[in-house]
């Protein structure tokens, strides 16, 4: 089972420079986010969409887009890098039940580095 | 708004001893509550959660939880732990609006 899946896992960008870090899920999941990790911080949202073509803001937005055109696909894009924006990115996505709420199930991480 | 405290950002326990990591939320609405781990470069797995129902939830891992409403809070315990414990650990709230919030994590050390 392929679950949650991020591309690229590693990059290394130049300031100013921009990129698009990739997350495919394949379980038919409505709910899908983008968490940034830093130490002692935990995980942050940065935003999260509750279904195809539509996105909403997270905790932490700024410096970054996302686009849903697929609903298995959810796209994070960093217009120009900033050294703070140096961090490990978690994509994740849930469904809803009749009961109510799930779990988040996570990718495996991309490790970002702008210089 | 929702927030979640995690009070201790590393525990050292020695191997076969106890432990417990503790997670406190505020929320005005009603929530579920996880836990999550998550080893050395890799990504969050889930080790518990709770939803409803009962208060004592059980995890993988030998792991559990349990919920205390009036405390508003989810402690992790496990009654005898090891090395291949050691890792982060992630107290996380949700609900119906569909976000999750995370704690800042707890280092979990086992000694030997």
């Known amino acids: 089972n392929a679950g949650v899946t991020q591309t690229p896992k590693f990059r290394v960008l130049k300031t100013g420079q921009s990129m698009t870090l990739l997350c495919a899920q394949d379980?038919?999941?409505?709910?899908m986010y983008w968490y940034r990790q830093d130490p002692g911080m935990g995980l942050r949202l940065i935003h999260y969409?509750?279904?195809?073509?539509?996105?909403a803001k997270g905790e932490v937005p700024d410096g970054y887009n996302v686009s849903r055109l697929k609903k298995q696909n959810f796209l994070l894009g960093l217009e120009s890098a900033a050294p703070s924006q140096t961090s490990v990115y978690f994509c994740?996505?849930?469904?809803?039940?009749?009961?109510?709420?799930?779990?988040?199930?996570f990718g495996q991480g991309t490790r970002l580095t702008v210089v | 708004a929702q927030s979640v405290t995690q009070l201790d950002s590393q525990v050292p326990v020695f191997e076969e001893a106890p432990v417990e990591l503790r997670c406190n939320y505020s929320s005005s609405v009603s929530v579920y509550l996880f836990w999550y781990v998550q080893y050395p470069n890799q990504g969050l797995q889930l080790l518990l959660k709770?939803?409803?129902?009962?208060?004592l939830v059980k995890g993988i891992n030998g792991f559990e939880a349990e919920f205390n409403k009036s405390q508003t809070s989810f402690h992790l315990r496990k009654p005898s732990v090891h090395i291949s414990d050691t890792a982060e650990y992630f107290c996380?709230?949700?609900?119906?609006?569909?976000?999750?919030?995370f704690g800042t994590g707890t280092r979990l050390k086992v000694l030997a």
């Open positions: 969409s509750v279904g195809e073509g539509t996105t």
């Open positions: 994740a996505s849930s469904y809803i039940t009749g009961t109510g709420g799930t779990e988040a199930f």
């Open positions: 379980m038919n999941h409505e709910y």
């Open positions: 996380a709230v949700g609900s119906g609006t569909y976000k999750y919030i």
């Open positions: 709770y939803l409803s129902g009962s208060t």
